[in-house]
């Protein structure tokens, strides 16, 4: 049976790439081929690029409260198609039903806040600057913007940005993951049905060629990235050279930490979903555990038997605890970085290396997986696994923790347990990482509060959604004014 192949959606219209070029899609749980994509070249871009700057103007004087009102109109077209978009998720991704729909939830909440832009995007005034003199700033759009972005969250992330870029009077360009770019077509046929004028939001599949075109391109004002690190840096770097405004958001180490005056049957729950949500393919997901003090054993054996009782299958199964990690690629990295574990020393608690799951011999599994006894200075405490991987580092004291916390690099989010309020306040105010849960493991900031991170997290000043976000889409223009 032939499989679909995926298309562009530019100026209103599905359209085929001018690329050749085509990569495949997998069902992680299966294994299975699903559909093909193309992996565009510039010219798709320059295609997407026109059809968005042609819309521009319009858009522009269209009043903020009717741009809203499109948005409106797409809350409820998401609502309806709320299940779909969740099931095509997992059928990409693999992680777990009711991740994908809390995800798609996520999204509509982006979608959600951005109506409010008669509130969010005004300016300010002075009057009398100088005698009879009166100025005042207007934040005003700037023509066409892009989001590059991640597999972990096929639908949520690019909607971290397309949302308040649109309703501050911008028009937009997407380009999914390579590898995940069926939810995001199926989030294009939805907004097709709500009638926005053509080209004020296009999407553009493929890989490299197509970011390397959008960095190029001189009619994109500026880009919005969620990534590696590394892609993050060039992204970063190259619309620095073509003088893009930028927000580039980078991976994670995330460290959770426990302290022996936590709640522990409380917080379990929370935790072990830190660790293992999404087969731990969150940029926030906890990585490092940091037990404090002498209830670490007892803590530990309570974890492992959390742990012991997640079932791994197909995300679509109602019943699956964790899904597959998202291709073969990924499955092999995080197979290396256990078997990195073990060289380095580390003991191995729970061995997820070899996963069966039953009527799915060619899923994308590991199994849940943790190691005792790590040190920081270890690899496995060091580097992005991303995969359902636990290090566990043991700690002395709630300093040790935060020192661990402050030298991941990757300083994204970061999350204490306690039951004591001076030890969060402290965790709180001296840890790096700009994402900080207290009793909470994914520290995940809702639409109306910026996302990303610190240090080699977050490559740009201005994060994503939040009410900061209408900054990077509009120029604030300053006017001012005297009449003889
Ligand atoms: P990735 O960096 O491989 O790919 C991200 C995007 O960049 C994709 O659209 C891809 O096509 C493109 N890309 C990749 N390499 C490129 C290159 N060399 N040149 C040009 N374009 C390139 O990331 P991924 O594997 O899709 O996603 C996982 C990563 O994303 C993890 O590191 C995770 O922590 C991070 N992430 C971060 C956040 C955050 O908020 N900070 C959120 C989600 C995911």
Redesign the pocket.
Same mark, same amino acid.
């Given at each position: 049976m032939s499989l679909p192949v995926i298309k562009n959606y530019i100026n209103d219209e599905w359209v085929d790439a001018e690329s050749d070029v085509t990569g495949d899609v997998w069902n992680p749980a299966t294994g299975e081929k699903i559909a093909v994509v193309p992996y565009g070249n510039r010219a798709d871009v320059d295609k997407a690029v026109s059809a968005a700057k042609a819309a521009f103007p319009a858009w522009r004087k269209t009043p903020p409260l009717t741009r809203a009102r499109y948005l409106f109109r797409l809350k409820d077209a998401f609502e309806e198609n709320f299940e779909d978009i969740a099931k095509t998720l997992t059928r990409e991704q693999g992680k777990v039903i009711d991740e994908a729909r809390g995800e798609v939830r996520r999204m509509i909440e982006n979608v959600e806040h951005a109506t409010g832009v008669t509130t969010l995007m005004t300016g300010y005034t002075l009057e009398d600057i100088a005698t009879g003199i009166d100025c005042y700033g207007h934040r005003q759009p700037l023509g066409v913007f892009a989001a590059?972005?991640?597999? %972990?969250?096929p639908a949520m992330?690019a909607w971290w940005f397309l949302p308040y870029a649109i309703v501050a009077g911008n028009t937009y360009v997407v380009?999914?993951?390579? &590898?995940v770019p069926m939810t995001q077509t199926k989030i294009m046929e939805i907004v097709e049905e709500i009638g926005l004028p053509e080209g004020v939001i296009n999407m553009v599949h493929?890989?490299?060629d197509?970011? %390397?075109g959008i960095l190029d391109h001189p009619d994109i004002e500026g880009v919005s990235?969620?990534?590696?690190?590394?892609?993050?840096k060039?992204?970063y770097k190259r619309c620095g050279e073509t003088g893009k405004r930028v927000q580039a !958001?980078?991976?994670?180490k995330n460290v959770i930490a426990v302290m022996p005056t936590a709640d522990i049957a409380e917080g379990m729950p929370s935790l072990v979903s830190s660790f293992y949500g999404c087969s731990g &393919?969150?940029? !926030?997901a906890g990585s490092v555990l940091a037990p404090v003090g002498d209830k670490t054993d007892e803590m530990i054996e309570k974890f492992l038997f959390s742990v012991r009782q997640l079932t791994v299958g197909d995300g679509l199964d109602q019943q699956t605890g964790m899904g597959p990690v998202g291709s073969a690629s &990924?499955r092999d990295k995080v197979l290396g970085y256990i078997e990195k574990g073990i060289e380095e020393g580390a003991t191995l608690l729970l061995d997820g290396r070899d996963c069966k799951v039953e009527g799915y011999p060619n899923g994308f599994f590991v199994g849940p997986t943790i190691f005792d006894n790590v040190t920081p200075d270890m690899t496995i405490a060091k580097e992005?696994i991303?995969g359902p991987v636990v290090c566990i580092v043991r700690c002395n004291s709630l300093d040790e923790v935060i020192d661990l916390v402050n030298t991941r690099g !990757?300083s %994204?989010a970061t999350s204490i347990y306690t039951g004591s309020g001076s030890d969060a306040r402290k965790f709180k105010y001296e840890v790096l990482p700009s994402m900080v849960g207290v009793n909470i493991g994914i520290a995940a900031p809702m639409s109306f509060f910026p996302?990303?991170?610190a240090g080699n997290?977050?490559f740009g000043d201005v994060k994503?959604h939040g009410q900061e976000i209408f900054q990077f889409f509009t120029d604030t223009k300053v006017v001012i004014e005297r009449w003889f």
């Amino acid at each position: 049976m032939s499989l679909p192949v995926i298309k562009n959606y530019i100026n209103d219209e599905w359209v085929d790439a001018e690329s050749d070029v085509t990569g495949d899609v997998w069902n992680p749980a299966t294994g299975e081929k699903i559909a093909v994509v193309p992996y565009g070249n510039r010219a798709d871009v320059d295609k997407a690029v026109s059809a968005a700057k042609a819309a521009f103007p319009a858009w522009r004087k269209t009043p903020p409260l009717t741009r809203a009102r499109y948005l409106f109109r797409l809350k409820d077209a998401f609502e309806e198609n709320f299940e779909d978009i969740a099931k095509t998720l997992t059928r990409e991704q693999g992680k777990v039903i009711d991740e994908a729909r809390g995800e798609v939830r996520r999204m509509i909440e982006n979608v959600e806040h951005a109506t409010g832009v008669t509130t969010l995007m005004t300016g300010y005034t002075l009057e009398d600057i100088a005698t009879g003199i009166d100025c005042y700033g207007h934040r005003q759009p700037l023509g066409v913007f892009a989001a590059i972005v991640p597999y %972990n969250f096929p639908a949520m992330v690019a909607w971290w940005f397309l949302p308040y870029a649109i309703v501050a009077g911008n028009t937009y360009v997407v380009k999914p993951s390579e &590898q995940v770019p069926m939810t995001q077509t199926k989030i294009m046929e939805i907004v097709e049905e709500i009638g926005l004028p053509e080209g004020v939001i296009n999407m553009v599949h493929g890989a490299h060629d197509v970011v %390397n075109g959008i960095l190029d391109h001189p009619d994109i004002e500026g880009v919005s990235f969620v990534g590696s690190t590394p892609t993050a840096k060039y992204i970063y770097k190259r619309c620095g050279e073509t003088g893009k405004r930028v927000q580039a !958001l980078g991976g994670a180490k995330n460290v959770i930490a426990v302290m022996p005056t936590a709640d522990i049957a409380e917080g379990m729950p929370s935790l072990v979903s830190s660790f293992y949500g999404c087969s731990g &393919q969150r940029c !926030l997901a906890g990585s490092v555990l940091a037990p404090v003090g002498d209830k670490t054993d007892e803590m530990i054996e309570k974890f492992l038997f959390s742990v012991r009782q997640l079932t791994v299958g197909d995300g679509l199964d109602q019943q699956t605890g964790m899904g597959p990690v998202g291709s073969a690629s &990924q499955r092999d990295k995080v197979l290396g970085y256990i078997e990195k574990g073990i060289e380095e020393g580390a003991t191995l608690l729970l061995d997820g290396r070899d996963c069966k799951v039953e009527g799915y011999p060619n899923g994308f599994f590991v199994g849940p997986t943790i190691f005792d006894n790590v040190t920081p200075d270890m690899t496995i405490a060091k580097e992005e696994i991303f995969g359902p991987v636990v290090c566990i580092v043991r700690c002395n004291s709630l300093d040790e923790v935060i020192d661990l916390v402050n030298t991941r690099g !990757l300083s %994204n989010a970061t999350s204490i347990y306690t039951g004591s309020g001076s030890d969060a306040r402290k965790f709180k105010y001296e840890v790096l990482p700009s994402m900080v849960g207290v009793n909470i493991g994914i520290a995940a900031p809702m639409s109306f509060f910026p996302f990303g991170g610190a240090g080699n997290s977050m490559f740009g000043d201005v994060k994503g959604h939040g009410q900061e976000i209408f900054q990077f889409f509009t120029d604030t223009k300053v006017v001012i004014e005297r009449w003889f």
